[in-house]
């Protein structure tokens, strides 16, 4: 499938802003919905609007089996065989927030936990909070001069036996990978609990839950996929789940309410209180065939395109500077850039003049900026239905910006 077949899918993609053709490079931020997870939201309220797991009427049985399904689709784009292990929740930030708390009584003073310095704040800020709570050590494995992870330090950090290890797969700054089963394997050896921010690699890589070697969970949100926003996944071994309290209190997520004590229901029913976003929930099965149908074998090829032309693209601007690596392998097509002499917020505005949507700012990833001495960079976040063609209209405006600013100084 070529990448204007999979455009005509985005309606987005025909919108026109400040009298140009729509160029969508924030696909990092948000991913465009192709009609059909669009229509799949539209149908479940026109014709299945009911609650689940509540109603033995026939639209409440639909929506449950709509909804219920979403798990087999997950099993089947993960290649695992248990339903029971993916929780539904409103996105990457709420997992974070349901581990950091449910873990919670496992850490205590003295203890270590470890991230990343590449980590999102949603991977940063709650487990920096559980560590300042509870008087534990936070320790942050630093980057080489070359942005990837210094693994010595990753190492060393592993000797302190830490309790939670917790790492992003793929940063949503500098667009590389990080070794995620050889880094999972020094953690488990440690002793840690192994949990994994997928919330780009989903979006950029084809693998199985498997290749992800020992980890306990792995987190996602379904709008990074073409799906709705305020749905997320987080898949967890079972033993795993089964082994940590529940985290929010109400409906669905019991079995039994005394009047003075409650049985919790089974998983995954057990961190899911209250209705979900059932909608959403059916959007996300939506964007998993989408990208199914189109194959994630041919979304890789289509964005490693990308990246090698971007890079080439880019690395012709003279006193643009890309924070990330300059190879295009184990890479996403995630280009944060700073340009010489002009503010990332003056270039995002001017793109935008130009019809181009970038983001501009610290990308939730302030501890990452400040380790470059930087407080915003202009990202570029591509997708497979991008072409090389809006990498040209990027790169001119680029250039365009630094004429202006020339003039001005
Ligand atoms: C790597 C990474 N982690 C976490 C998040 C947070 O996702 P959400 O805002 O959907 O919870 C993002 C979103 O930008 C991300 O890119």
Same mark, same amino acid.
């Given at each position: ?40 939201? @539209?149908?479940?309220?026109? &014709?299945?609007?009911?609650? /689940?797991?509540?109603?033995?009427? %026939? $639209? #409440?049985?639909? !929506? ?20 029971q ?29 470890? @991230?990343?310095?590449?980590? &999102?704040?949603?991977?940063? /800020?709650?487990?920096?909070?559980? %560590? $300042? #709570?509870?008087? !534990? ?105 089964k ?10 997520m019991?079995t ?8 919790w229901n089974e998983l995954p029913w057990k ?139």
């Amino acid at each position: 499938m070529d990448a204007q077949k999979i455009r005509e899918q985005f309606p987005i993609l025909r919108e026109r802003v400040n009298g140009k053709a729509l160029v969508y490079f924030d696909n990092g931020a948000t991913h465009p919905k192709p009609t059909s997870v669009v229509d799949a939201e @539209v149908k479940f309220y026109h &014709h299945d609007n009911a609650n /689940v797991h509540r109603g033995v009427h %026939a $639209l #409440s049985q639909r !929506a449950t089996d709509s909804y219920e399904g979403v798990r087999n689709k997950l099993c089947k784009f993960f290649g695992t065989n248990n339903t029971q292990e993916y929780i539904f929740s409103s996105g990457t930030t709420a997992s974070f927030n349901l581990l950091s708390t449910t873990l919670a009584p496992r850490v205590e003073a003295g203890d270590t936990i470890v @991230v990343t310095r590449m980590e &999102h704040h949603a991977n940063f /800020v709650p487990w920096q909070q559980l %560590a $300042l #709570s509870k008087k !534990a050590k936070f320790e942050i494995v630093e980057l080489k001069s070359d942005f990837t992870l210094d693994r010595d330090h990753f190492k060393r950090a592993m000797a302190m036996k830490p309790k939670i290890v917790s790492f992003s797969a793929m940063s949503n700054v500098l667009g590389h990978k990080n070794p995620v089963s050889e880094l999972a394997t020094l953690a488990k050896q440690a002793g840690a609990i192994v949990l994994v921010d997928g919330a780009q690699l989903v979006a950029h890589d084809e693998f199985k839950i498997s290749d992800l070697g020992l980890i306990d969970a792995f987190v996602f949100s379904a709008h990074k996929i073409s799906g709705p926003t305020g749905v997320g996944v987080m898949w967890a071994r079972e033993e795993f789940l089964k082994s940590l309290p529940p985290y929010q209190f109400g409906g669905d997520m019991i079995t039994f309410v005394e009047d003075q004590s409650t049985i919790w229901n089974e998983l995954p029913w057990k961190f899911e209180a209250g209705t979900p976003n059932i909608a959403g929930v059916i959007g996300l099965g939506a964007a998993l065939d989408f990208m199914t149908e189109i194959g994630r074998g041919n979304i890789l090829k289509l964005e490693h395109e990308l990246v090698k032309q971007g890079l080439a693209k880019l690395k012709q601007v003279k006193g643009l500077k890309i924070l990330g690596s300059e190879s295009h392998e184990g890479r996403a097509p995630i280009f944060s850039f700073i340009l010489e002499g002009v503010h990332p917020h003056d270039i995002a505005t001017l793109l935008d003049l130009e019809g181009i949507a970038v983001r501009a700012g610290h990308h939730c990833a302030q501890p990452l900026l400040r380790h470059f001495n930087q407080t915003a960079t202009t990202r570029a976040s591509l997708s497979y239905y991008n072409t090389a063609a809006e990498l040209d209209v990027l790169v001119s405006a680029i250039e365009n910006a630094k004429k202006v600013f020339s003039r001005g100084t």
